[in-house]
């Protein structure tokens, strides 16, 4: 497609659910990337994959939150177990080459998720 | 100590007239990249502009240009002729050389732009 793609756009979930986020990044793109944004702050990095191996997972709050990239394109961000702290945009972001290009990633519009 | 500091939670400007949006920064890298993201209501993410720690000349795109100065820390993004679409979260970050891939982001201005 001509952008990243996210979805669901919004998610409700109650507290103790699990969760998976979907993220169809721009065609050949080689790195993919997971930002948590809190409402009214910025994004902060969870996790940056190259084609299909997960670089960099420093960012993941905790062992509740997992992600994948089995084929280098398609990534899923799950939740498990959901609590209210994680409430936050989800937004995913791709880059053509390796690594952090000088303009930047193109951005998704996000998963809004709210648990209840 | 923040990485990115935006101390401007919101700015209003007059449709037409120039306005400046001020960041600065910490780090210790001599290698590193900063960005600057709009964020209109609808959610995305859009790139900006971006300045390396080694450009000689302030970056410009069209409408933006990157004020930085590198003795002060400081990457102030300017708008000039302000329209009203506009009017969004503007986000400075920093890509430093020894974090790996990761931008870290300041909390953001929120801009208005009046008519």
């Known amino acids: 497609g001509a952008g990243v793609s996210q979805s669901p756009r919004y998610k409700v979930a109650k507290r103790g659910q699990d969760v998976a986020l979907r993220c169809d990044p721009i065609s050949g793109h080689v790195s993919l990337f997971w930002y948590q944004q809190a409402l009214g702050q910025g994004p902060e990095f969870l996790t940056y994959f190259q084609n299909e191996a997960q670089l960099d997972k420093s960012g993941l709050p905790s062992d509740r939150f997992f992600a994948e990239r089995p084929e280098g394109s398609v990534s899923t961000l799950k939740i498990q177990r959901t609590q209210q702290e994680d409430s936050a945009v989800y937004l995913c972001?791709?880059?053509?080459?390796?690594?952090?290009?000088?303009?930047?990633?193109?951005f998704g519009s996000g998963t809004r998720l709210t648990v209840v | 100590a923040q990485k990115i500091t935006q101390t401007q939670p919101g700015m209003f400007v007059q449709e037409k007239e120039a306005v400046t949006l001020d960041c600065t920064y910490d780090?210790?890298?001599?290698?590193?990249?900063l960005f600057w993201y709009k964020q209109p209501s609808s959610g995305e993410m859009i790139f900006l502009i971006y300045?390396?720690?080694?450009?000689?000349q302030n970056a410009t795109e069209g409408r933006y240009s990157l004020n930085f100065q590198k003795a002060r820390k400081s990457a102030n993004l300017v708008i000039s002729a302000s329209q009203l679409g506009d009017s969004a979260m503007y986000f400075c970050?920093?890509?430093?050389?020894?974090?790996?891939?990761?931008?870290?982001f300041g909390g953001g201005t929120r801009l208005m732009v009046k008519p």
């Open positions: 970050a920093m890509r430093e050389s020894n974090a790996g891939n990761m931008l870290t």
């Open positions: 780090t210790s890298d001599q290698s590193y990249g």
């Open positions: 972001a791709s880059s053509l080459v390796g690594g952090l290009a000088n303009y930047g990633y193109t």
């Open positions: 300045q390396g720690s080694y450009d000689e």
